[in-house]
């Protein structure tokens, strides 16, 4: 079956890198997304990657896929307060254009 | 740009009436999509469809049902709101093949 997990929380101090890691289980996994959700709003595509490609860079976003151990991160360089919000991780493994999404990792960045 | 608008960003009903959320999308996606959000559970698939008069079960369809007579609107339906029902909720929509999904405001339903 499709599960996708995160952690709940991550505090980084503003101008440090956060990374926030996801783990999936399906392998027959094709897209990887990464979705923002800010306070009060719904969620806005942020990244995807491609199954087949182990990295991909979006100025300040690095997103990073280990097809072997099923674990897909985020790496968001300089983060700044405007970063904070709600991350979640989504894969897309084909079945009638669901995707399923992990738990979600509430970023907070302290001055 | 896409726009998926929802019906109300806060509701409160009271357990037993009958509840509708309605979305609305305006790029003339063919799917759409209701969730639900609650804390450490992200997002979890309520119903979905694919076309008009057309819908899918999600992952936890009981206690909702769908309607979906127009392209561009697709309305959840509890019939009869209990107190587990409390959540946020979210649509979204995509256009056939294209994996990106837009998402709605949300609507933060409150059963007491």
């Known amino acids: 079956g499709e599960d996708v997990e995160q952690s709940l929380f991550l505090s980084v101090r503003e101008g440090d890198s956060s990374v926030i890691n996801c783990t999936y289980t399906?392998?027959?996994?094709?897209?990887l997304y990464w979705y923002k959700q800010e306070p009060g709003a719904g969620l806005q595509l942020l990244t995807y990657i491609f199954s087949n490609m182990d990295m991909k860079q979006d100025q300040r976003l690095t997103v990073l896929l280990n097809k072997k151990d099923k674990h897909l991160s985020l790496r968001i360089a300089d983060t700044q307060t405007g970063d904070s919000a709600i991350y979640f991780c989504?894969?897309?493994?084909?079945?009638?254009?669901?995707?399923?999404f992990g738990t979600g990792t509430q970023l907070k960045v302290e001055l | 740009d896409v726009k998926v608008t929802q019906s109300s960003r806060y509701l409160v009903k009271r357990t037993g009436e009958k509840v509708f959320l309605e979305c609305v999308q305006d790029?003339?996606?063919?799917?759409m999509f209701w969730y639900r959000q609650d804390p450490g559970l992200g997002l979890r698939l309520i119903y979905f469809s694919y076309d008009v008069k057309m819908k899918e079960k999600g992952d936890i369809p009981e206690g909702y049902s769908v309607s979906r007579e127009k392209k561009e609107r697709f309305s959840l339906i509890l019939e009869s709101a209990s107190t587990n029902q409390t959540s946020m909720y979210l649509c979204a929509s995509n256009r056939q093949g294209i994996y990106e999904q837009f998402f709605g405001p949300g609507t933060r339903l409150t059963v007491l």
């Open positions: 989504a894969e897309f493994t084909g079945g009638g254009n669901k995707l399923t």
């Open positions: 399906d392998s027959s996994s094709t897209y």
């Open positions: 790029m003339d996606h063919e799917n």
